[in-house]
């Protein structure tokens, strides 16, 4: 089982940086890729970038390319996602999901998730 709790949200200037958590309390051993969600206010959920088992291969919707990181530690069971050179429209919920195995990264902006954190909160002020 995954269970997936997401951190590190909150209310920070244009420019500015947040660091998110995702932490996998479940403790599975087997392979998973695990994505970045978000929806913002009045708008549809959307990809934001994803990192597969090892940590070798990520990908990136164009808005964040440049300025979000992900990277695992899989010592922790933590994915995490560097936000750096904020903007106002990247306001909105935050979700990490994982989907299990390992599909091919060309799918992973629009697959189905099998598992989702609750999210949280990225406001960004201008």
């Known amino acids: 089982q995954v269970r997936l709790a997401e951190s590190g949200g909150g209310l920070v200037q244009a420019g500015g940086s947040l660091r998110l958590s995702c932490v996998d309390s479940?403790?599975?051993?087997?392979?998973?890729?695990t994505g970045w969600f978000r929806r913002a206010p009045g708008k549809e959920r959307e990809f934001v970038a994803a990192?597969?088992?090892?940590?070798?291969?990520?990908d990136y919707t164009d808005s964040v390319r440049g300025r979000f990181t992900i990277a695992s530690d899989n010592t922790k069971n933590t994915v995490f996602l560097q936000m750096n050179s904020l903007k106002p429209e990247d306001t909105a919920v935050y979700y990490c999901?994982?989907?299990?195995?390992?599909?091919?990264?060309?799918?992973?902006?629009?697959?189905?998730?099998?598992?989702w954190g609750q999210g949280t909160q990225v406001t960004v002020s201008s």
């Open positions: 990192i597969n088992w090892s940590g070798t291969n990520t």
């Open positions: 999901a994982a989907v299990l195995g390992r599909p091919i990264s060309s799918s992973w902006r629009w697959i189905p998730y099998d598992y």
């Open positions: 479940g403790r599975t051993v087997r392979p998973y890729t």
